[in-house]
């Protein structure tokens, strides 16, 4: 977060993003006992795992090749779970089939969005030079072009996505009284396998033979069903989970993560990165408000004291690069929390670490459900978003023009994909 100049001073800290606030802590409490390079060993090792699991199943294994063994999907059928489909679909008929049409509604409207948002950030490779990728794969292993994931909220958060999104595809696909074959482990390779899912697996030449409504209700089911579970772990952490936070950690300054480029003043004044800011001149910076007001008091060429848990810095301030008359440190600084004393004290440290644990795979069962379900939309031929694009297609064309134009449209987003992600790799964003 860059450095702001507010004019008001703020009223409370319950004024800041509960989002912003549960990432921070959630990162810190993960970490502190379990290393990120320990996570990212017990990721490397889980690759291994299912290489090994794949390869001692290999004769139960059905394998779809994209691009030889380059890209791969790996395919473990079991009878799991049908049972419940059934179930869920005979006792709920009526809301589900008014669920369908939200379903439907929430796909189209996805679809349009992430379109946009591929296309928005393959563009912004050739226009902005300092853009960084927009796509990237999720992981539990830092890595140019991977959107890192520590491995413990990895491995939970894919396994409840995958189950939450393949089971709705499932009961949609019995309330309409269609044959769902099998259901089972599915592991996306690249070279070996990387990311592991599940899968349920309807009858695909009766879903063709159902009218247009009945196949757009159980392609859309997965993400919608993402895109449900990422609300209601939005309402739980706004009704309920940003006050526990507040309850068990203390902000208690801004770490600093980086510096302007261009030989800002902060940099020059010795600021190291990691050093955490807890006051400005006479005032207390445990939030980023007190941070912004403290300097929007102050005019570029005058002097202020930093204060930080390691030294006291007098910096003379420079000139915002947008507002040359607004100061400016040239700083980037993030939130810095500490666990609450007198939690500590009443509940034990251990209890206030596995709660913030917890807490922090909310934040990731959150983002991933949205990110990943919303990605599922995307018009390419083997997602959701591309077999509900066919299915429309097929209502409006004949057949094999609608197929020709399914594909062109399919070819156009993979090239888009593939390049996005190429530029993440290549780059680092």
Not at 202 to 231: C, H, M, T, W
Request: glycine share 10%; proline share 5%.
């Amino acid at each position: 977060m860059q450095e702001e100049s507010p004019s008001t001073y703020p009223q409370s800290a319950c004024r800041q993003d509960y989002l912003s606030r549960l990432r921070g802590p959630c990162f810190q409490a993960c970490t502190e006992k379990v290393s990120l390079d320990f996570q990212s060993l017990v990721g490397a090792l889980f690759v291994l795992f299912m290489a090994l699991f794949l390869f001692l199943q290999r004769k139960n294994i059905e394998v779809q090749k994209f691009a030889s063994w380059l890209l791969y999907f790996a395919m473990y059928r079991t009878k799991a779970g049908l049972q419940w489909m059934d179930s869920i679909a005979g006792k709920f008929k009526k809301s589900l089939h008014v669920l369908a049409y939200v379903s439907i509604i929430a796909g189209f409207f996805g679809m349009v969005f992430i379109s946009y948002a591929l296309v928005a950030s393959f563009l912004n490779i050739f226009i902005r030079p300092e853009a960084v990728s927009g796509v990237g794969l999720v992981l539990p292993i830092k890595a140019r072009g991977v959107f890192f994931v520590p491995f413990f909220y990895w491995i939970v958060s894919i396994f409840v996505i995958a189950l939450v999104h393949e089971f709705s595809h499932g009961i949609f696909a019995r309330l309409y009284g269609m044959r769902v074959k099998s259901s089972g482990l599915a592991f996306l390779g690249i070279v070996v396998p990387i990311i592991p899912a599940a899968f349920v697996e309807p009858d695909e030449k009766e879903i063709k033979k159902r009218p247009v409504k009945e196949q757009l209700a159980v392609y859309s089911a997965g993400a919608f069903a993402n895109f449900i579970v990422a609300l209601l772990i939005f309402g739980f952490v706004a009704l309920a989970g940003a006050s526990m936070v507040s309850s068990i950690i203390t902000p208690d300054g801004l770490e600093v993560t980086g510096f302007m480029e261009g030989g800002y003043p902060a940099e020059k004044a010795g600021l190291m990165k990691g050093e955490i800011i807890t006051g400005i001149d006479q005032f207390s910076t445990p939030l980023k408000e007190n941070f912004s007001f403290a300097l929007g008091r102050k005019k570029p060429g005058e002097n202020v004291t930093v204060l930080t848990n390691a030294s006291n810095y007098t910096i003379t301030l420079g000139s915002h690069p947008d507002d040359a008359s607004k100061p400016y440190l040239g700083v980037y600084v993030e939130p810095h929390t500490e666990l609450n004393k007198g939690f500590v004290e009443r509940y034990g440290k251990p209890t206030a670490t596995f709660l913030l644990w917890l807490m922090g795979l909310l934040y990731w069962l959150f983002v991933l459900n949205l990110g990943i379900g919303m990605f599922n939309l995307a018009p390419l031929g083997p997602l959701d978003g591309g077999r509900m694009l066919l299915v429309v297609l097929q209502n409006f064309f004949k057949e094999e023009k609608a197929v020709k134009i399914w594909k062109y449209i399919g070819a156009a987003f993979l090239f888009i994909l593939l390049a996005t992600m190429a530029f993440g790799f290549v780059k680092g964003g």
